[in-house]
Structure formats: structure tokens, C-alpha cells
């Protein structure tokens, strides 16, 4: 796919920047905003508040008391044309697996109190939709599409580190899946959603549009900080970060949440780099690729 | 010291001046929402700007204190009551130990501030003592108080006050049923038919019960947007985006329909599209506005807004002179 040949600037009020690589989203417009929002961060410069990276845009928050508007935009606009102009666009980040209890009791149950008037089919569960408006036989066989290919954690946010992740294979073959009619107003603490062509996890109890599939015993969010994977920050993940589901039946789900109640769990994780020609030009081989380095950790 | 809640009030939290910088994980920056006068309340009682203060809605709490202390009250117009005789508000107000702070009846707007001699002096959360609730960080024990919560409060000025003991009618903030609001447009206005923009910039629209800290939602003659084909990852409606940041500020109208301000305590990011931003000048406005309240859209530029915000931080300066 090809990108806008520049991106769309515009002013969030006073005090925000928006960077619009590309409208629609794609892992190229991905890649580019999140090589600026590394690059911009690099530079460190004074007032700038905070730099939040999303799926095919960028936002920065800035104090325009200290930097000057037009210095930020040119700045901003100089990283964007160093990024395209680079020959190898490469992200350093790390592959982290999650288990997931697909099917479970828990969203079946807040899916059943959403039907009539939420739901496009108010009979049969989130995950017969999914499967249905995707071609696919059955819940089982979603399932596996969902599980069998590495996302890309391409945004953070909405509420306290909730991730937006998108699928690391070919547009013909990501899922996409519509949202709630009208939002639940409730949904489980990290259940595992769709919605569009992202996953969510929720990392909160509260209200939610995307099609639930399954939940996780994983938390996302501490912000007691009593896992070790927490230690440095309250918040799991990070833009760039590629989540592998593993499925996981009732009883390994009751073992992780023992260990995450014991305040000893610690997701299995693995250092890798991720370069985006490669991911673009062979995406079954290079995500084998990826994959692998979880094995040896 | 600290002050005992006897009853909560409807939503009351800690808030100081925001916390900032975590956004990008989806962690608001919260703070009071009219930022002005909890300044007022502080700088009434010899705090300083970053002292946290309890933001009150529409309902005040009962409040016991265990020490001399003096406080203040800023924001909406109520009637503030020590041991239940009617007290000055814009005021400072000397308590002695066992006195109990309460409230009368709202007379307009919905957020009001009481600010005490050392601030509310909870542990501070990533820089900050405001509440987030949803995250459950900041604030007392990361909620709203409750009955029988006990709120540490830190050391005060003493007897070091400033001379500013009330605070002059020209410095106060007006509580008006009707508002102009500068915004700047932007953001995905392009995406808005030319009703739609007409409709947004020129006309009426009233605030809807449906206003917290996150967002306040308006009524009127609906701003539709264009029927385009939908970018890939945006999802169907005319009014979706692919899920992006959002600015604070940033006004968006899901299915055209009814505008909604995204304020301290919003979610950083989703996929509706936004038709501008409110300026920073006039994001304290919100926290003044009552359901009901007619506010017009007034598109600025980013000059204007400079000028505006600056005139502001004068208006502060004084305030802290």
C-alpha cells in the first residue's frame, strides 16, 4: 500500500499537534509515526509535554510558552522526512505472549445481558458474529485466525493503558469485525475484544463496542506495581510491542491467576527487531521469525 | 492536621493542577477542572499554585477539622456554613479545631473548591495528587472521598498569610446561562459537510445533564458529517476515524449528532472524528457551566489563542502577586 506522500499537520488548540500520516490505517503509516514520536523524543527538546504515538497518527502535546509552534512543526516535519528517507526502517522492541481463555464464561455472560438493541445479531455469541461476517466456519475456526499470527501493539490509550493492537499479516487476510451497535456499558476487566481491524485489551471494568472473544489472567495495568513486570512503570505495554496469544483452557487460566494473585507471575517475553520490509515482503516467514524468539526464552 | 469527611457530597475528589506526561498510555492528566479558581481558593488560605484542593459538584461534603486552620472556598455560588451559621465565600475563613464545614444549596455552575492552609496532602501518583478513578491512582486511596475518610493536610503558611484575604468582585469568575466558548477548528473538520461546520460555529447549543469530568455532551441542530467512503481501520460511520489521540479540548460529534468537549479526565484517544479544539484560555469555562447553559462556538486562530492564553497567565499573575 502506499502512504500520502507528506502528512496532514493540524492544531489541536494551543496546545496540540496532530500528525496524520495516512487516514487509514496500515502498518507502513504505523511504522512512520512511531519513528517520528522515537525521534522527537530524542531530540528532548523544552516544552514538549508528551508525545502519544497512534495507529496511523500522531499526537504531541506541547507548552507554547516555552516552544515556539512553528519551531515544533518544523521540527516534527524535518523527523517525518528523515524517516522516509530512511533506507532500513527497523524498530528495536520485543516479542511478549499472552494467554488467552478464549470462549469463556465471563464475557459469554456480559454478552448475553447485550443483545436486543446493542447487537447486529442479538442471537448467538460475539464470537459466532465474528466468524460469520469474516467467511469463517465457526468460533473455533476465528479462534485460531485470531491466535495464529503475531499483532502489533500500534496505539496505547483511551483509559489507563489500554492497548490497541494490530494483525501482522496481509489486509486480505486480518480480521475485521464491526463494533457493538450501541456500547456495552459494561465488560469484564481484560477481556480480549475486537473491534474494527484492532484487538483490545480492556484493562479496566467499564463500558466497551468492540466484540468480545475471550478474557486474560494477565493484568495489563498495576498500579499497586506488585508483579514484577511492573516494577518500572504501571502500565504494560509500549507502542511497538508484538503481542503472540496462546490459548489457554480453564484450568491453565486458574494456574496463571493463582501466580498473579501470588504476585510471582512473569509474562514470557524475548528481545527482537523488528524490520518492516521484511515483515512486508514475507509475512508468514518473517512472522515464523519472530515467533521463534520466544521459544529459546 | 487533617479534616474528617462527615458526609461526601455528590462527586467529591482531590485535584491539584494536573498530572502530566502520561498520557501517551492513556493516563488523563485529571486536575481541578476550573483551574482558576481553585488558584483562588490556594492562593486565599497562603498555598501555593501546586497545593491539591477538594473539587466539589453541585452537593458539598460536611467536613470536621481536627486544628486551627484557616480555609477558602471558590467556584460556583453557594452558601458556606461554619457550625451552620453562613460564612463569606471568596473568603478566607478561619476554623478552630472541632468547627464543621458545610454547605447550602448550589446557585449556579456545578464545580466548586475548597482549598486548605497546607493543601490536601494525600501521597502523590506519577507527579500529582488528582484522582483518576478508572485507574484508581491519586487522590484518597484513588476515589472520591467517603464517609469517614481522613485527609492528611500538609504544613500551612501559618501565620505568614497573604494580604489578600477576599477576593476583589473584578478577580472573580462569572457564572452566566450563556457562554461564548473560543475554539480553534482543525483536526478532522474537514470531514464536516458546510451545514455541518455552519451549524457547529453558528449556532446554539445547550449543555445536556450528561456532563462530568471526562466530557460534556450539547444539544442542538446536529453538525453532520460527509458521507464518504470509510478509510480502511476507520470503521463505518461517516463520523469514525482510525483510532487516534485526542487532543484535550478536542470536540467531537459522534453521528453528527450531539458535540461533545473532552475534558480533564477524558480518554485519551478513540475513533471519532473531532471538529476543532477548545483554546486553553477557556477550558476552566466547563467547569463553571450548569446543564441548560446556551454556549456558542467562536472560532479563533492560533494567534488569537496565544493572546487569549496570555491574558490569562496575567490574570493569574495577579492573582499570585
Sequence with gaps: ?297 | MSLEILTPGLATTVQDRGRFGYYRFGIPQGGAMDQYSAALANRLVGNTADDAVLECTYMGPSIKTDADTVVAVTGAPIDVKVNGEVVEQYSRITLSAGDELSFGVLKGGSKFFIAVAGGIDVPEALGSRSTYPIGKIGGFEGRGVQAGDVLPVGAGAGSNLPQLDTVPEELRPEFSREMRVRVMMGLYDHKLTEEGIKNFTEEEWTLTPVADRMGLRFDGPGAPWKDEEQPFGAGQDPSNITDAGYAVGSIQIPGGKQPIVLHCDAVSGGGYAQAGTVISADMDLFGRMAPGTKVRFVPVTMEEALAARAERQALLARVWS
Excluded at chain 1, 497512534?54 to 518544523?74: E, I, T
Aim: with cysteine; charged share 20%; net charge negative.
Design chain 1, 1 to 297: 500500500m502506499t502512504l500520502p506522500e507528506k502528512a496532514r499537520y493540524s492544531w489541536g488548540g494551543d496546545e496540540f499537534l496532530l500528525v496524520e500520516i495516512a487516514p487509514d490505517m496500515s502498518l507502513e503509516a504505523n511504522f512512520v509515526a512511531n519513528s517520528i514520536a522515537t525521534g522527537l523524543e530524542a531530540q528532548a527538546l523544552d516544552g514538549i509535554v508528551d508525545i502519544c504515538p497512534a495507529n496511523a497518527s500522531l499526537l504531541v502535546r506541547f507548552n507554547p510558552d516555552v516552544l515556539d509552534h512553528g519551531v515544533l512543526k518544523s521540527t516534527v516535519e524535518q523527523l517525518e522526512a528523515d524517516v522516509r528517507q530512511a533506507t532500513v526502517q527497523e524498530l528495536q522492541t520485543r516479542v511478549i505472549e499472552v494467554p488467552v481463555w478464549y470462549n469463556d464464561p465471563y464475557t459469554t455472560e456480559t454478552g448475553e445481558r447485550f443483545r436486543k438493541g446493542y447487537h447486529q445479531q442479538p442471537e448467538g455469541t460475539d464470537l459466532d458474529y465474528a466468524a460469520a461476517v469474516n467467511g469463517l466456519a465457526n468460533a473455533e475456526e476465528f479462534i485460531q485466525r485470531h491466535h495464529e499470527t503475531p499483532w502489533l501493539v500500534s496505539m496505547v490509550g483511551f483509559v489507563a493503558g489500554l492497548p490497541f493492537l494490530f494483525q501482522l499479516t496481509p489486509r486480505e487476510r486480518q480480521l475485521e469485525v464491526p463494533k457493538y451497535l450501541s456500547p456495552r456499558t459494561d465488560t469484564p476487566p481484560l477481556t480480549i475484544g475486537i473491534g474494527g481491524c484492532f484487538t483490545a485489551h480492556y484493562s479496566v471494568r467499564g463500558a466497551g463496542g468492540y466484540q468480545m472473544l475471550g478474557i486474560t489472567p494477565t493484568p495489563i495495568y498495576d498500579p499497586t506495581q506488585s508483579l514484577p513486570d511492573f516494577e518500572d512503570f504501571m502500565v504494560l505495554f509500549r507502542t511497538g510491542d508484538i503481542v503472540k496469544y496462546r490459548p489457554v483452557d480453564e484450568a491453565e487460566y486458574r494456574e496463571i491467576e493463582a501466580e498473579v494473585a501470588a504476585g510471582t507471575y512473569k509474562y514470557k517475553q524475548a528481545p527482537v527487531t523488528f524490520t518492516l520490509a521484511e515483515a512486508l515482503e514475507d509475512p508468514d516467514g518473517y512472522n515464523s521469525t519472530l515467533l521463534e524468539a520466544l521459544n529459546v526464552a
